[in-house]
Structures are given as structure tokens and as C-alpha cells.
């Protein structure tokens, strides 16, 4: 198969929006932006890559594959409180097997469709398998969410639960043994993350600041708390974890919920604006700490400090 046929059969999709003029197929992309001057609205980019071996298994499914390496970047639109709109896709492929192509652009279609964002261009070559997808999203003129508006006072929140990913990881690994039914589990959501896309409307007029919990709870937190420049009290006791996790030791699940991969969304709010949060979002986001003055400090609730350790790509150790 060529190449051109493969862009064409796979990743030329029909009836694009109408605010694309030129999609796949041409040089590059043509867009028509929202330039309503009475409803200004910034563009919000993002890019990550997924490399075999390194982000899932070499043995994963293309349909994992295409979902993930879709929704971290979704995640961060989510984290900014953007809208996304559109996405290009970056793809390094080891040879051209089309049952795998089929299926890879079969679940990227659907998570992307689902979301309202269109795929309009990329690059296709030949080497090891490797993944790379920009996004591109619209929030109302300086409204977007940023880690360095959380105000001392401010509850910190998360939506979702924590640690169920890193244990679905951890299975595959050999260092943690789950039961059958809950292995499953947790392997979804290593493998399907949902972006929190309808949260993050809810919460783009309510929260001070925001960020995904990609690398860990704490290593994500400290993000916050040094663009911010206040610190956190993190109720460790009251963290949000699944049935599957909180069977494990308290201890073992926080070791989890401190690894990452959760793409759950972190963020702040006033304590004026709580009530309203919990109107929207009640059982989906959990009250996890506040925000305190000592720049970049993290303590449990019983006075612990703890440190912002998570992954970290250049760390061999
Ligand atoms: P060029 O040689 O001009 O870079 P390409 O052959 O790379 O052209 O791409 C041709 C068209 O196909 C472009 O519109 C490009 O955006 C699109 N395209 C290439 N690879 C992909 C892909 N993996 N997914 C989506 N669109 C792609
Ligand atoms: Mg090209």
C-alpha cells in the first residue's frame, strides 16, 4: 500500500465541519477562526508523543493506542479550559499493516467525533512506532486556566479517582497482583483514559487554577504550587479511590495515586465559589487539601511533609 493511499483510507475523514476550507490532502490545512469581535477567543495548542515501549506496551492494542495518545493531548485542552477543535497526527510506523491501521484509526475517530475535534492533517513515515498528536482549541479571551492562579485559601480538588492506572500498570509489571475482574479495570484506565473534557466546562468559571494529574498527584501539586508561589495542606486521608484500590493498603494506594497516568484534573476554587462547584459536580470531584502561604510546601493533614516525587523521563533511578 502507498502512502497516499493510506492517508487517504485511513485518515481522510468525511463531512469536516464547516470551518474547515482545507483539510487532508492538500499542502497544509486552511481554518476559518472565530474572529467575532464581540466574542474574542484565543487558540490554545498542545503536542505530546507516544513512543512504543516507553508511553504502552509494544504489544498494545491500536485501538488503546490511538484512544491515549488522543486523550493526554485532550486532557490538556481540558487542564486549560479550552474547547478543542481540531488536531494533526504525527505517525511513525514500522511497516504499513492495515488491520492494525484499520483499528488505530477506527478508535481515534471515535474518541475524536466524540469530542467534536477534527483530524486535519499530519505526517505519515517509516521508522519505530512512535505517535505524535498536536491539539488545537479555543477559550473566551483570558479566560484560560492557568497553574498559576491558585489563591491561598482556595480548596484543591480532583476529579475522578486516583492510582487505578499506575495499578493497571503495575499488574502488567509483575509488582502489584490484582484479582481478574479488577486487573481489567485498571487496565482500562491505563489504557482508555477519559479526557475530562465536561468537567472542565463546568469548572473553567469557578477554579483559580488548574492542571492534569499526568505525573502524579504531588508532582503535579507542586506545579501548581510554584507557579502560584503558595503551598498546599493535602488530606491524605480523603483521597478518591476506586473499589478495586481501596482494597489495597492505604499506604500501597497512595504510592499509586502518586505515580500518575490519570489524566484527572487538579484545581483550586474559592471557597465562595464551592457551593456552585458542587452544584454542578457533586460525586464527580473530591475536596483533597486548601491552599496555604508557604511557597511550594506540601504537608499532610497530620503535619507530614511530603515531597513532590512523580515520574520524570530523564531520572534513571
Ligand atoms: P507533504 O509531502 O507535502 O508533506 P504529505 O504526503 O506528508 O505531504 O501529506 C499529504 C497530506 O496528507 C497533507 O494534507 C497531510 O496533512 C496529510 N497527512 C499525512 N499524513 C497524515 C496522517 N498520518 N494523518 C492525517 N493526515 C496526514
Ligand atoms: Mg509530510
Redesign the pocket.
Known sequence: MH??NL?QQY??WDNPPKDISI???????VLDLPFDLAQRKQLVTSIDTLISGVHFPENSSPRAIAHKALAVNLSDLAAMGAEPKWF????TLPTIDEEWLEEFSAGLKSLALQHQCF??????TRGPLSISIQVMGFVDQGRALLRSGAKVGDKLYVSGTLGDASAGLQNIQGQLTLAKDDAVFCQHKLNFPTPRLLESKKIKTIANACIDVSDGLLQDLSHILKSSKVGATLDLSGLPFSPVLRKLEHQQALQLAFSGDDYELLFTVPETKEALLLEELEGKVTCIGYITKECGNIISEIGKELSATGYNHFNDN
Do not use: N
Open positions: 502512502e497516499f492517508i485518515f481522510t483539510a487532508v490532502g492538500d499542502d497544509a490545512a494533526t497526527l504525527a505517525l483530524l486535519i492533517g499530519g505526517d505519515t
